[in-house]
Nanobody
Framework: QVQPVESGGGLVQPGGSLRLSCVVP????????MGWYRQAPGKQRELVAQ???????TNADSVKGRFTISRDNAKNTVYLQMNSLKPEDTAIYYC?????????WGQGTQVTVSS
């Protein structure tokens, strides 16, 4: 089963930016709507941004105006540009298909926002 590979996380100060990347192995990426999820310590995993096969993007209210999801079908990659980061954005970030159970969950990439 397919397992995405996330990268790009790190430690950043409040107000800073990061760009996350997620590569999906195989040949089905261009036909799959994708999402970026995050899980903070002690909290449930939540969907923060999603993008359809056609490129239409939607963000959760908590990240609207700050995060931008995009995709490059030629590279089997989905991106999450995160600007104006806040301490409450600290979490492990994962990408996955919006269709539940289609892909395994990857290792995720840790984002820590702290001064």
């Amino acid at each position: 089963q397919v397992q995405p590979v996330e990268s790009g996380g790190g430690l950043v100060q409040p107000g800073g930016s990061l760009r996350l990347s997620c590569v999906v192995p195989g040949n089905i990426f261009r036909g799959i709507s994708m999402g970026w999820y995050r899980q903070a310590p002690g909290k449930q995993r939540e969907l923060v941004a999603q993008i359809t096969v056609g490129g239409s993007a939607t963000n959760a209210d908590s990240v609207k105006g700050r995060f931008t999801i995009s995709r490059d079908n030629a590279k089997n990659t989905v991106y999450l540009q995160m600007n104006s980061l806040k301490p409450e954005d600290t979490a492990i970030y994962y990408c996955n298909a919006l269709a539940t159970g289609l892909f395994h969950w990857g290792q995720g990439t840790q984002v820590t926002v702290s001064s």
